[in-house]
């Protein structure tokens, strides 16, 4: 599968922005997907992991309650919304993919998954 990450750009603090996630290839409907981030001199952090028929969601610590994750497998899209940016944000947003079964755990382990988006940064000016 081939993903194609986008939507990222400069917005200012608490603004909301909504970055898209295309896959070309195999459905995306059999792979459980994330997003991770990484700011300027730092690792790649764990964003939102959701599962493979979206019924399940996990979070990063940094992101809960601001962040939300989605996806229309019809669509073979995943979609990450982001509400009351922060400065702290900006980071370029990768988007990632993992064959799984229907009912294996979402894990925020980088490792975990082994097909990866371009990224698309993000820059949230204070």
């Known amino acids: 599968v081939q993903l194609q990450a986008s939507g990222g750009g400069l917005v200012q603090t608490g603004d909301s922005l909504m970055l898209s996630c295309g896959s070309s290839g195999r459905t995306l409907s059999q792979y459980a997907v994330g997003w991770f981030r990484q700011a300027p001199g730092k690792g790649r952090e764990f964003v939102a992991a959701?599962?493979?028929?979206?019924?399940?969601?996990l979070y990063g610590d940094s992101v809960k309650g601001r962040f939300t994750i989605s996806r229309l497998n019809a669509e073979n899209t995943v979609y990450l919304q982001m509400s009351s940016l922060k400065p702290e944000d900006t980071a370029v947003y990768y988007c990632?993919?993992?064959?799984?079964?229907?009912?294996?755990?979402?894990?925020?382990?980088?490792?975990?998954?082994?097909?990866w988006g371009q990224g698309t940064l993000v820059t949230v000016s204070s």
């Open positions: 990632a993919a993992v064959r799984v079964i229907m009912t294996a755990p979402l894990s925020r382990d980088v490792s975990e998954y082994n097909y």
């Open positions: 959701m599962s493979r028929s979206g019924d399940r969601t």
